[in-house]
């Protein structure tokens, strides 16, 4: 990927109608309507299932369309839902956070939130799902390390995926860029991990320094993902 740089006008908007993709084909689907989104997102969660090693396990999660300050998460109990905020129902300072972290000239807000939100976070989240059912959930110490390895089973995903890699090595990009729109919120001198694991609660309570963070780790997940593919990062418990 290129590093603090937004693709081309023509490279995102072959990123933003393949984040509108419920399946292989490069078809795009109106995404507006919560039903749609709705099935979009539960084909990403059978999926997901239907790929982990020994078969699918576990039930899969409910999922819930509507908004919340969380925007995209898996409840960590019993039972699972799997909630993603519609770009149609964020308040007015969520949708301008988005647009403040695109290029004027060529970002796309709504696009941007949807390729992240209704697909490279359904891995994620489905990764914490597997944990959580496994009685695997991060101790504080390990929080850092969960929420990276989510966003390793994110990038193994849709690596895996067809048509994956095409559309990561546009994403990500766009991920890189964003960040380097938002200030560093680590003191000086602090170590990213080790701030991140101490300072969780109020890190979720600041959606633009957790937004730097997980962007981080995203980054980090591209760098590294020659390292594992999906089934050994799922792993079997």
Same mark, same amino acid.
């Given at each position: 990927?290129?590093?603090?740089?937004?693709?081309?006008?023509?490279?995102?908007?072959?990123?933003?109608?393949?984040?509108?993709?419920?399946?292989?084909?490069? &078809?795009? *689907?109106?995404?507006?309507?919560?039903?749609?989104? #709705?099935?979009?997102?539960?084909?990403?969660?059978?999926?997901?299932?239907?790929?982990?090693?020994?078969?699918?396990?576990?039930?899969?999660?409910?999922?819930?369309?509507?908004? *919340?300050?969380?925007?995209?998460?898996? /409840?960590?109990? #019993?039972?699972?839902?799997?909630?993603?905020?519609?770009? +149609?129902?964020?308040?007015?300072?969520?949708?301008?956070?988005? @647009? /403040?972290?695109?290029?004027?000239?060529?970002?796309? @807000? /709504?696009?941007?939130?949807? &390729? %992240?939100?209704?697909?490279?976070?359904?891995?994620? +989240?489905?990764?914490?799902?597997?944990?959580?059912?496994? %009685?695997?959930?991060?101790?504080?110490?390990?929080?850092?390390?969960?929420?990276? #390895? @989510?966003?390793?089973?994110?990038?193994?995903?849709?690596?895996?995926?067809? %048509?994956?890699? +095409?559309?990561? /090595?546009?994403?990500?990009?766009?991920?890189?860029?964003?960040?380097? #729109?938002?200030?560093?919120?680590?003191?000086?001198?602090?170590?990213?991990?080790?701030?991140?694991?101490?300072?969780?609660?109020? !890190?979720?309570?600041?959606?633009?320094?957790?937004?730097?963070?997980?962007?981080?780790?995203?980054?980090?997940?591209?760098?590294?993902?020659?390292?594992?593919?999906?089934? *050994? !990062?799922?792993?079997? %418990?």
């Amino acid at each position: 990927m290129d590093r603090r740089a937004f693709v081309a006008v023509a490279s995102m908007a072959s990123v933003f109608a393949l984040a509108a993709r419920p399946d292989a084909a490069l &078809a795009e *689907t109106d995404l507006t309507d919560p039903a749609a989104i #709705k099935a979009h997102v539960e084909g990403l969660v059978r999926e997901f299932l239907e790929r982990v090693p020994g078969g699918p396990a576990f039930e899969a999660p409910s999922v819930s369309v509507g908004f *919340t300050p969380g925007l995209s998460w898996m /409840s960590s109990v #019993k039972p699972h839902v799997m909630h993603v905020a519609p770009w +149609e129902q964020c308040p007015p300072p969520v949708q301008a956070f988005f @647009a /403040s972290v695109q290029d004027a000239a060529s970002g796309d @807000a /709504s696009g941007f939130y949807r &390729a %992240g939100f209704y697909n490279f976070l359904i891995p994620h +989240e489905m990764s914490h799902f597997v944990d959580y059912e496994r %009685g695997q959930g991060p101790a504080p110490e390990q929080r850092h390390d969960s929420e990276l #390895k @989510a966003n390793r089973v994110a990038v193994a995903f849709w690596m895996e995926r067809p %048509g994956g890699l +095409e559309w990561l /090595s546009g994403f990500i990009p766009l991920i890189e860029a964003a960040r380097a #729109k938002l200030p560093v919120p680590v003191p000086a001198g602090e170590d990213p991990t080790a701030y991140f694991n101490a300072n969780y609660q109020a !890190l979720m309570a600041n959606p633009v320094a957790y937004a730097w963070f997980q962007w981080r780790m995203v980054a980090e997940a591209w760098e590294r993902r020659d390292e594992a593919d999906f089934a *050994t !990062l799922v792993g079997r %418990g």
